[in-house]
């Protein structure tokens, strides 16, 4: 006598391709389904930072003008400092390092708000239904706005005084897209980290103080010693940095090939990013 299997429902037979979906597309639902809320969050992140200032948004341009012209300034006019590159290109040294400050400070200012997203956001972790995996990529957007100002007042200002900017400046969120698949990843683990481990937020300026000054922000790497260099290019942020200015200043084509290589590990570290962040945030209403 033989005893026939039960047949699988539709339901059950459609839950693990319901997973296997979700996993797939989770990481980039910000784009979909959850696009109001990101952009809800986004904008509250951002005028929340000029909340109460007597120009308000306007700081977002105002801010970025006085530091180039200060570096421009400081080190352009007093010190005459130039920007020396092996391959003999010459430019001052303010709006160089402005553009190497403009890529850090994209990376720094997510990092640096990591830790604490979590514990500030704990009226939404608490919440029984709320995307929480959102919140990173509503800081990292609202670092983008800034960063787009910032590109904004070095166009405007080396047009003015320098007569100095590249039309391949378009290229530049290209450029960027990397990076930012690189940042919502580590986002993602430091946010999750920052629940569990809250000694992570005093480690978090040592760490961006360390990216800046190991990174091509300051010096050209081409001009270290040979021992050094290899440390600078360890550090991901060299790459990105030197390719902004590239197409911002320069005027020379991206490396293509080290984007398609940067690319991919930004996606592979942003799924392995989303899934460490889905496990572990099963937790953090416990811990908060």
Not at 59 to 69: E, K, T
Not at 158 to 185: C, D, H, M, Q
Request: aromatic share 14%; glycine share 6%; proline share 6%.
């Amino acid at each position: 006598m033989t005893t026939s299997r039960p047949a699988m429902t539709d339901g059950s037979a459609r839950a693990p391709r319901n997973r296997a979906m979700a996993l797939l597309t989770g990481p980039f639902d910000v784009f979909g389904r959850h696009r109001n809320l990101v952009r809800e969050l986004t904008r509250r992140d951002v005028l929340g930072r000029y909340r109460g200032a007597s120009f308000g948004m306007l700081w977002s341009l105002i801010g970025p003008l006085m530091i180039l012209a200060i570096y421009s300034i400081a080190f352009g006019q007093i010190f005459k400092s130039r920007w020396q590159q092996v391959s003999g290109d010459n430019a001052e040294f303010g709006i160089v390092l402005f553009l190497g400050i403009i890529v850090h400070g994209f990376f720094a200012e997510c990092f640096s708000r990591a830790p604490r997203l979590m514990i500030d956001n704990a009226n939404y972790v608490k919440r029984v239904i709320f995307p929480l995996h959102v919140l990173p990529w509503s800081v990292v957007f609202s670092a983008l706005f800034h960063m787009a100002m910032n590109l904004i007042v070095f166009v405007v200002l080396s047009a003015l005084v320098y007569g100095r900017f590249s039309p391949l400046i378009f290229l530049v969120p290209v450029v960027v897209a990397p990076l930012v698949l690189l940042t919502v990843s580590i986002t993602w683990v430091v946010a999750s980290l920052g629940v569990y481990v809250r000694d992570i937020q005093q480690a978090t300026p040592v760490i961006v103080t360390a990216m800046f000054f190991l990174s091509s922000a300051i010096v050209p790497v081409d001009t270290l010693p040979p021992k050094y260099q290899a440390i600078f290019h360890l550090n991901p942020l060299t790459f990105f940095i030197d390719q902004v200015r590239n197409v911002a200043l320069w005027g020379r084509a991206p490396d293509w090939w080290g984007l398609a290589q940067y690319t991919l590990a930004g996606l592979i570290a942003l799924y392995l990013s989303y899934a460490w962040f889905r496990a572990t945030s099963k937790g953090f209403a416990d811990v908060l």
